[in-house]
């Protein structure tokens, strides 16, 4: 009994696996496209805000530095 009882559990537990491994049309995660540039953003958004800091700017003229700065203009 003991025999029967394991053989048939080590046949699902075989079997779960074939299907498993057996999944090749579902389909696959791709990543966001939005995540690279999102975080591209954050980043100079966070060196801007560093460098108008930096520049003991504040108020508007931190915000205009800052707006500046994220779209590549010099100053």
Known sequence: MKLLSTLTIAAL???GS??????ATAPTATPATRATPA????????HCEKEAKAKNL???AATQFV????EGKKR
């Open 18 to 23: 074939a299907f498993a491994a057996n999944s």
């Open 58 to 60: 504040s108020g508007d």
């Open 39 to 46: 975080a591209k953003r954050h980043t100079t958004s966070m």
């Open 67 to 70: 707006k500046e700065c994220r």
């Open 13 to 15: 537990l075989t079997a």
